[in-house]
């Protein structure tokens, strides 16, 4: 079951992957042992209430997996 919140939680984000298979995005935090699932839709929604958050992140690690999540 995928989480349904609708803001990024607290903890930094370690990886985001648009999964092939579900074709979900995929995040992995520093910890948090599980990874949270998004739709497209909702990761949109997410990066467009935390660009702040996201800009930081992507000073230190490039998310480039799948242009069409931004
Ligand atoms: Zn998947």
Known sequence: ?????????????KGVYTCPDCNKVHVTFWGEEA????SQHEWEYIVSQ?????????????ISDDPKVF
């Open 35 to 38: 990874k949270r699932i998004y």
């Open 1 to 13: 079951m995928a989480t349904t919140s609708s803001h990024l939680p607290l903890n930094p984000i």
């Open 50 to 62: 935390g660009v702040k958050a996201l800009k930081k992140i992507t000073e230190i690690m490039p």
